[in-house]
């Protein structure tokens, strides 16, 4: 500063040189970071370029804060105003240090969460959870660098948090629900489940008051924490995502049963080798369960290797054992009712 003090005597002069000198830095620095994001990348979506556009805005801006403050300090007729242009630059400068902070510890945490089976993403609620406890952390170091006391100021939140408290009771229910789910983890982000018979689908994300699950319809369901926390919940992830479907079939009673088991068996086995989706090293099951009003009712047990996957192996297990049937003569009989006029 001292060196370009002596070397450009128009205070406005160097003042306009080392903020138009800021800008130039930020936009080659930010032009140069981008190319070779882009060059690493091959213009597709990366880790990179997803980092870049998380961490570019809080970084470049605090250099130009830093460039302005520096070009302010130039003036000799702001000399008066140093001691406030000293508070806005320390308050800004906390505040952007703050998001930076809470953007790099989101990023650890979402890069942490990838590497743990279960998780496609950071609930929503774990990341506002974080920046809000470092934004406090920033409100009071700028309080007491005010030499603010923040023992009263505690105290006035305190009784303002209870009377919140009483009138948000619903909603810090399920905030606190929330937490629950989010530390006994009975479920993850990405994880198939299913409350009931109609409501089943792959959680989107676990927000603050609420959890958000993608249907099979595509529809989003936006359940209360405080409700799903209650509810009993299938999760067909955990502990591993693949499992055993039983698809239920009848045959009539004049059928030959050894053949029944063992055709669909054969049909069984050969879906679990070429359809997608399926378990390409299960051996499949088949159980007699019952006699039924117009069938002998049996059960195949096959295995997927992802929840999703059910339905197309189902549809085309149902779909080749029809076919098998029918070209072995076996019947699956419709509902009857056989009527004995007894004469006396």
Not at 43 to 60: D, Y
Not at 177 to 199: C, K, M, Q, W, Y
Not at 280 to 287: N, T, V
Not at 332 to 338: G, N, V
Request: with cysteine.
């Amino acid at each position: 500063m001292a060196l370009l003090e002596n070397q450009i005597s128009n205070e406005y002069l160097r003042f306009l040189i080392i903020l138009i000198g800021t800008i130039i830095f930020v936009a080659l620095s930010y032009l140069i970071l981008k190319f070779i994001v882009d060059k690493i990348s091959g213009g597709k979506k990366s880790k990179a370029k997803f980092i870049l556009k998380k961490l570019s805005f809080p970084v470049f801006f605090l250099i130009f804060i830093i460039g302005l403050y520096t070009a302010l300090k130039t003036l000799n007729k702001l000399d008066e105003y140093y001691v406030i242009l000293d508070r806005i630059s320390f308050i800004i400068t906390t505040l952007f240090f703050a998001l930076l902070a809470s953007r790099i510890i989101n990023l650890s945490t979402l890069g942490w969460f990838k590497l743990k089976k279960g998780f496609e993403r950071t609930p929503g609620l774990l990341n506002k959870a974080i920046t809000m406890i470092i934004f406090i952390i920033a409100i009071a170091v700028i309080l007491s660098y005010f030499k603010i006391d923040v023992t009263p100021l505690v105290a006035g939140v305190g009784l303002g948090a209870l009377a919140i408290s009483l009138a948000l009771q619903s909603t810090l229910s399920n905030f606190f629900a929330g937490v629950h789910l989010l530390s006994d983890r009975p479920i993850n982000v990405g994880d198939f489940i299913e409350l009931d018979e109609n409501t089943t689908g792959i959680i989107e994300d676990i927000g603050w008051r609420s959890t958000r699950i993608r249907m099979l319809t595509d529809n989003l369901l936006i359940i209360p924490n405080a409700k799903l926390a209650e509810s009993n919940i299938i999760n067909y992830s955990m502990p591993k995502e693949d499992f055993s479907i039983w698809v239920p079939c009848g045959v009539a009673y004049e059928s030959d049963l050894k053949k029944v088991e063992k055709v669909t068996l054969e049909v069984a086995k050969e879906i679990q080798k070429t359809v997608p989706g399926a378990a390409k090293d299960f051996e499949p099951g088949f159980r007699y369960g019952e006699f039924g009003e117009s069938n002998i009712n049996f059960i195949a047990i096959l295995r997927i290797e992802h929840p999703m996957d059910r339905f197309i192996v189902r549809n085309e297990f149902i779909k080749a054992l029809k076919e098998r049937f029918d070209k072995e003569k076996i019947e699956i009989s419709w509902p009857i009712r056989k009527i004995y006029n007894i004469k006396k």
